[in-house]
């Protein structure tokens, strides 16, 4: 879902400093902020579409960056939360967007992952 994932990355950038990747460059300094992974689920009825998009962002961190990592993250839950009626999604409706939850790993090569999983109801449009 292209629309989607747009979407989420303009906010993203327009709401925070943290830079945003679609494709990470080899040298990207840390951190930084791709939108992943996603799922799709249909939960409407007959006579509505509806599908729940559950979408992985993630932040990328050095190892003497743990706070920075957090601190990201909090932006990026406090950005969904507070404008997710604010989304344009070419062709759906925002019917609700929300964090599922939070997560944070070390790598095994130093530095650290952090993904917020973000839970969106998109209803097709009419045509």
């Known amino acids: 879902m292209v629309a989607l994932h747009t979407a989420l990355v303009k906010l993203l950038k327009a709401g925070q400093t943290c830079p945003v990747?679609?494709?990470?460059?080899?040298?990207?300094?840390?951190p930084y902020i791709t939108v992943?992974?996603?799922?799709f689920k249909p939960v409407g009825t007959k006579e509505c579409l509806i599908w729940r998009v559950t979408?992985?962002?993630e932040v990328w961190a050095a190892r003497e960056q743990r706070r920075q990592l957090n601190e990201v993250m909090n932006d990026i839950s406090t950005l969904v939360t507070e404008y997710w009626n604010k989304?344009?999604?070419?062709?759906?409706?925002?019917?609700d967007?929300?964090?599922?939850?939070?997560?944070t790993f070390e790598e095994n090569g130093g530095g650290y992952h952090g993904?917020?999983?973000v839970v969106t109801d998109l209803q097709k449009q009419e045509e």
Do not use: Q, W
Not at 21 to 30: F, L, N, Q, Y
Not at 88 to 95: A, E, L, W
């Open 87 to 95: 989304l344009t999604v070419d062709g759906f409706y925002v019917m």
């Open 55 to 57: 979408t992985n962002v």
């Open 36 to 39: 992943g992974d996603a799922t």
């Open 115 to 117: 993904i917020v999983t």
């Open 21 to 30: 990747h679609g494709e990470v460059p080899s040298k990207a300094a840390r």
């Open 97 to 103: 967007c929300d964090i599922d939850f939070l997560e």
